[in-house]
């Protein structure tokens, strides 16, 4: 039989985490209701592309950073908008954009030669990046009304279509000031201009009123993390927005036996039983993504019953303390995270990182289930 490990996928969460966002952006929609890119860069966080087409299929437009994924899309039938959120990197794409009618970011002077040297095919839409603080994309604030001038001449060429503007948030999970700060820089750098905004991220879609209180023609938000229902906040967990897990990671126990008091577990012996303890061992490790700095109390489930990982993870395998669950006997199912275990996000926190890091990192040697 296969190796018992597993990473299930819930479609109908992706789509109920989509209808929760939308539901949160009516509720709160002052002006005309935004728009929703949903996400599925990086494999659709490590969802895979398939999965996030079946679950967002009532999204407004689809966002990626392969131009790979976003040709994909259009295969497996997806006709709305697609958008490159890091645009295109040679001038040979550009064929491709606008065969597959896929828009692009903009935030450099040599994307805007690319196209000033490309013939007018079919028109491909563009958003312009304003860098407002987060430093990593996009035109300085005193050369963006030059960048969005070049895209407008562009524009008038029939080599781009529709033009719009953008950003993104640095602190919107942690810090309002900033984040009021980098509207503030947005608004003041574009005023005047029209065409279709998008600033807001999950923590930014999920604040209340932020979306609102953007003017834009129409407004874009570009929520990620949350559609897969995890939380971009470290202190509001995902189910208190009413998001659903999209993916759960699940194996088997394939051993289980008694550790005396004084020896220890796994490799480094980095964890000493206290006491004559029952150990299981998992059919999971880090070649299959779980993270090897995982440490000893990071919350998992065994046989339903919550309990914790103890000593140093293995490449194909980790190990649990079954005192909570002493009955448990090889081939008991155990989530990672998931249904019916602890969150990503709360095993993210016990490993000092992000769920985000998580989902995406599991690797393709764990077969994958998509419901």
């Given at each position: 039989m296969p190796r018992p490990i597993l990473a299930t996928i819930d479609t109908q969460a992706l789509s109920h985490n989509l209808r929760t966002v939308a539901d949160r952006l009516r509720q709160d929609a002052l002006r005309a209701m935004p728009f929703i890119w949903a996400v599925i860069k990086a494999r659709g966080y490590g969802h895979g592309i398939e999965a996030a087409l079946a679950g967002f299929g009532q999204a407004d437009g689809l966002a990626m950073l392969d131009l790979e994924e976003a040709v994909r899309c259009r295969e497996l039938g997806w006709a709305g908008p697609l958008l490159l959120l890091e645009g295109f990197f040679e001038p040979d794409d550009l064929e491709t954009l606008a065969h597959h009618r896929i828009g692009t970011v903009l935030h450099c002077a040599e994307q805007l030669a690319m196209l000033e040297s490309s013939p007018a095919a079919r028109p491909?839409?563009?958003?312009?990046k304003l860098n407002t603080g987060m430093h990593r994309l996009g035109f300085a604030p005193h050369e963006f009304r030059a960048?969005?001038?070049?895209?407008?001449?562009?524009?008038?060429?029939?080599?781009l279509g529709r033009v719009g503007a953008m950003t993104h948030f640095a602190r919107a999970d942690d810090d309002p000031s900033v984040t009021q700060a980098q509207i503030d820089c947005f608004l003041r750098t574009i005023g005047g201009l029209s065409g279709p905004v998008s600033l807001c991220n999950s923590a930014a879609t999920l604040t209340p009123g932020l979306a609102a209180g953007i003017a834009g023609d129409p407004q874009w938000v570009r929520p990620g993390i949350c559609l897969y229902g995890a939380s971009p906040f470290a202190d509001r967990p995902a189910d208190t927005f009413g998001l659903r897990p999209?993916?759960?990671?699940?194996?088997?126990?394939?051993?289980?036996?008694?550790?005396p008091a004084g020896e220890s577990v796994g490799y480094g012996h980095t964890f000493c039983a206290p006491r004559d303890m029952q150990v299981g061992i998992v059919a999971c490790g880090y070649a299959d993504g779980y993270p090897r700095h995982a440490p000893t109390g990071t919350p998992v489930t065994v046989g339903g019953v919550r309990t914790r990982l103890v000593g140093r993870v293995s490449m194909d395998m980790l190990a649990v303390d079954l005192?909570?669950?002493?009955?448990?006997?090889?081939?008991?199912?155990?989530?990672?995270?998931?249904?019916?275990?602890p969150s990503v996000d709360e095993v993210a926190a016990a490993c000092g990182t992000i769920g985000y890091e998580l989902l995406t990192a599991v690797t393709p040697r764990v077969p994958r289930r998509v419901l």
């Open positions: 491909i839409d563009a958003f312009v960048a969005h001038d070049r895209a407008l001449a562009l524009q008038t060429r029939g080599v999209a993916m759960t990671l699940s194996a088997r126990l394939i051993g289980a036996h008694r550790v005192a909570p669950v002493a009955d448990a006997a090889v081939g008991a199912p155990v989530v990672l995270w998931g249904q019916g275990g």
